[in-house]
């Protein structure tokens, strides 16, 4: 199994409340396998193959967070 994280940049939790609900928003998504929030680094490492990358960025930021693919990935 060989599956690379992608990074995504999420701005706006202040919590470990938030970080468990932007992971559950992540996770619902079609095609994430599993994802991982860190408040700490404000980022979170998602595993999964077909996923629309547009749809992530849509599942954090109806949640009132902001959020951005880390560039060169």
Do not use: P
């Not at 990074?7 to 998504?29: D, E, F, P, R, T």
């Not at 991982?36 to 193959?49: D, N, P």
């Not at 992530?56 to 951005?68: D, M, N």
């Amino acid at each position: 199994n060989n599956e690379s994280a992608q990074i995504l940049i999420i701005s706006g939790m202040n919590c470990n409340h938030c970080a468990a609900n932007a992971q559950k928003a992540l996770s619902s998504v079609q095609g994430v396998v599993r994802s991982e929030v860190s408040l700490e680094t404000s980022q979170a490492h998602i595993f999964g193959t077909s996923y629309d990358k547009a749809e992530v960025i849509r599942a954090v930021e109806s949640l009132g967070f902001k959020a951005e693919w880390k560039e060169n990935q």
